[in-house]
Every structure is written in C-alpha cells, then in structure tokens.
C-alpha cells in the first residue's frame, strides 16, 4: 500500500483530448514539440489491421527521433481523416510507433503533432479569426488552446517576410518641398505585379518632416510611395537612397459581417517633358516588321515584361550592387593638383553639368587631400565632355590585371549565328559605385570647388578591369 501510495505522488494521468482518425476514437496528448502524428502499434492492431494490411505504408527513409536524440521504432504509416475540435482534416499522415516497454501509454496511445495541429489552425483562423481562441470548444480544452496559440505564433512570423530594401528610382534628386504629398517612385525586390507590401521606415527613421503610407502596391518591380512632409523645410532624396524596407502581407481573415471591397482606380495627371513617351509606348511603337506576327507579339510582350530593366531617359541610372570600385595605392601619400583655366565662355556649362552630377547623386562636394585637375574636351556634335586628368593618381595605383575580352574571339564566336543583339548599359561606369574609403581619392579640383565620385569615373587605369569584372 505505501509502495502505490509513493508511485501515485510521483505520477498521474496526462491530460488528453478525443480525435477521431479515420472514424476511431483514439485518446492523445497534444504536443506541440513533435512534428509528426502517433499512435501505438498496439492501437493499431485494435483498431485499424482489420482494415487490411496494405492500410499501412512503408516509410523507411525517415528517421523519427525523441527530444534526447534517442531513434524511435516505428513499423509505418496510415493516411486517415482526423477530426479535430469540429474540424476534418482531410488525408493526414500517422505514424504507427513500436509500444514502448512496460505497457506504458496504452491508456493514451495517440501524439497529435503539428501536421495536424497547423492544419487545423489554418481552417479554424480562417473561419473565425482570432476569435477562435475564444470558443468553448477551445477555451474548454486548455492544452489544445496553447497549441493552437503556439500554431497562431508561428504562422504570425512566415506571414511576415522581409522582402528587401527600397530605393529611390532614377538619377535625379527627389525634391518633396514643406507641406505637400509626392508619390516617390522606389525600387523594390521582384514580386507578383499587384501585391500589396507593407513599407516600413528604415530603423534610422526617415529624413525629418517625412510621413509615409504604410501600404503599398507593386507594379513590374516599383512601388509607389505616397511621402507627405509635414514640415516648412524642402526634403532631398537623392537617387538610390534607402527609404525603407517591404514585407509582403496577407489577408488571413476579416470579422463576421465585413467584407473587402476591390481597390478603386485613381488617376494621377503630371506634365511630362515634350517629346517623352513611355517605355510601354516605345515598345509598342517598335520595327518588327522582319518577324510574323506571333513572334512580334513574342517580342514585345518579353520586353515589356523586362521593361524595368531599360532606361526609360536620360536621368533614369540604375547603380549594381554586385561589385565596386577599389583604388589600391602602393603609397599614402595624396596627389595633389591646381585646377586648370577653364575659359570664361564654358563656366556656366561646366557648373551646370556639375549641380546635374550632384543633384543625382553621383559626385559629391569634399575636403579630401587629394585633388585632380578637370579638362575638357569637345565631342563630335560640339558639346563639352568634361574629364579628369587622374594621371598621377594612375601613376601610383596598383594594377588590376584581370583579362579584357579579345575582339577576335568575340568575333569567332558570332559564326554562324542568323540573329545579333546588342545591349548597351545607359553610362555603364556611372553605374559602379567606388569604395567608401577609396571615394576621397577620386576628388577633382575645379574653379567652383572640391567634389569626389561617388560612382566609377572615366580615367582611372583599373576601371576597364572592374567593369568587365562586372561583366563576368
């Protein structure tokens, strides 16, 4: 008597719920440590073997272990229909384990395990909500109310997926001035054409005054920011900024009683610059006339489903992110010039060609100690191309001997070929960011002050090889 007197202290009954697999009443624990589905070979041979030996399917590529990393034995598995706090759930899979030793669980032979217990949760959220944790056939079931609240958190955190950073399209600045609303057009990651993302600020917060709406839509790869500033001052953003990040989100459930209404079209008039189409206007507008009429469908509906990827003017610049320009010294030593004597009659194009780079982001002001001098050079159609004479700095930079591609082999290997395409990057070096630390070297002298690059100039002597470093 003192001997089942110690044992009952030590230990007691579980708690355990009802589940009816394949129309069988089987008593299990709910568990929701255990991916997989039990019952006992024991309750097998009760309850399903008269159904027919070949009921059972054999598994042996998985191998089922305990939390102390122990195997378990089991001899197969069943598909069954398992109903579940009032829900059936449709062809699950449960694993006929080995009895354990002693006659233990006999009592309670079944472990429902998350692949059921996640099915259930998603039917049971999908019809009721949250307010599911609150019906009286869960709030009467306290274990089987915290799995389906640790099934609840669970799918919270995969709704929730970081799709990436978003930044600003295009080369030129984005100016939102004090007390008004812009839609600032930002790149994002490629998701399906309509989705609706969540935009969240980065963790630094957005410049000050700037509100932005939380939900958005995608539309071939640029989400549409609605930023209002609220304050008096004019906000910049410049090209390629981080405004933020996107989460895809999902409609789960809406309370009994409201439905969702379709969204409603708005149309937003701008003035766009004389003589400027669309990219899905120049598309359409293209000469195809060498091909049928199939493969000219083919082709425009390819480039239009790429038309992300063209530039669609001249301030549209994408930037990589798949390399960058280093500029490695053999000395620290800086090089250091006087600017040159720039003619009268050429200072106004050259200060507006330089607040065009700074407004896009590509150049800006600095106070490094290094210092090139400017030169400009007439092109064909009498337009100033302004350079920078980076000779000394060339002089004392370490060369990248990566390989450039030989003309002849490019040209071998055309041999055959019916159909050439050609494809040119819009200021391919301007492309290629430099270095942070390797910025302050690229710094120019001109008559209006000290700038630096952002982006990979022309003149320095590794930036064939970075570029077709790129390339490959």
């Given at each position: ?439 302050s070297k690229t710094a120019f002298c001109t008559p209006f002050g000290l700038f630096e690059w952002n982006r990979m100039p022309f003149g320095l002597c590794n930036a064939p090889s970075t570029f077709q470093r790129l390339m490959e």
């Amino acid at each position: 008597m003192a001997t089942h007197r110690s044992v009952s202290n030590l230990i007691s009954s579980c708690p355990h719920v009802i589940a009816l697999m394949g129309g069988v009443s089987v008593p299990c624990l709910v568990d929701t440590g255990s991916m997989v589905t039990t019952i006992t070979e024991s309750c097998f041979r009760q309850h399903f073997e008269p159904w027919g030996q070949d009921r059972l399917q054999n598994c042996q590529w998985l191998q089922l272990r305990a939390a102390n990393g122990l195997s378990i034995p089991y001899v197969g598995y069943l598909e069954l229909d398992v109903e579940f706090c009032g829900r059936l759930v449709i062809g699950c899979g449960v694993l006929v384990v080995r009895d354990p030793p002693g006659g233990m669980s006999l009592d309670v032979p079944g472990v429902l395990g998350m692949n059921i217990l996640s099915r259930c949760y998603q039917e049971l959220f999908g019809q009721h909500g949250s307010a599911l944790f609150d019906l009286p056939v869960i709030t009467q079931l306290p274990d089987v109310s915290s799995a389906l609240q640790y099934c609840h958190q669970v799918n919270a955190k995969k709704l929730s997926v970081h799709v990436g950073s978003v930044r600003v399209r295009g080369r030129r600045v984005c100016r939102i001035p004090g007390g008004t609303m812009k839609l600032v057009a930002a790149t994002c990651a490629a998701l399906d054409p309509g989705s609706t993302v969540l935009f969240e600020p980065p963790e630094s917060g957005l410049p000050a005054g700037l509100l932005a709406s939380p939900l958005v839509r995608v539309n071939r790869g640029t989400v549409y920011v609605p930023v209002v500033n609220v304050g008096t001052v004019e906000v910049v953003l410049r090209p390629t900024t981080v405004v933020g990040n996107v989460r895809e989100v999902f409609m789960v459930s809406l309370p009994t009683g409201i439905s969702e209404e379709k969204p409603l079209a708005a149309t937003v008039q701008s003035h766009s610059v004389a003589g400027a189409h669309s990219l899905s206007h120049q598309i359409e507008s293209l000469d195809l006339s060498v091909l049928s009429g199939p493969e000219q469908g083919q082709v425009r509906a390819l480039l239009q489903k790429y038309q992300t990827v063209f530039s669609g003017h001249e301030g549209d610049l994408g930037s990589t992110r798949l390399i960058s320009h280093d500029i490695p010294l053999i000395d620290n030593v800086p090089v250091r010039q006087r600017y040159r004597r720039i003619p009268p009659s050429e200072y106004e194009v050259v200060k507006t060609h330089i607040n065009q780079l700074l407004e896009a982001g590509i150049v800006r002001e600095s106070c490094s100690p290094y210092a090139s001098p400017i030169v400009l050079v007439k092109k064909k159609d009498g337009s100033l191309r302004m350079c920078v004479d980076y000779r000394h700095l060339n002089a004392k930079t370490r060369r990248d001997a990566f390989p450039l591609p030989r003309i002849e082999e490019t040209l071998d290997s055309l041999a055959g070929a019916r159909w050439f395409s050609t494809l040119d990057l819009a200021s391919g070096y301007l492309q290629v960011p430099v270095s942070e630390p390797d910025r302050s070297k690229t710094a120019f002298c001109t008559p209006f002050g000290l700038f630096e690059w952002n982006r990979m100039p022309f003149g320095l002597c590794n930036a064939p090889s970075t570029f077709q470093r790129l390339m490959e």
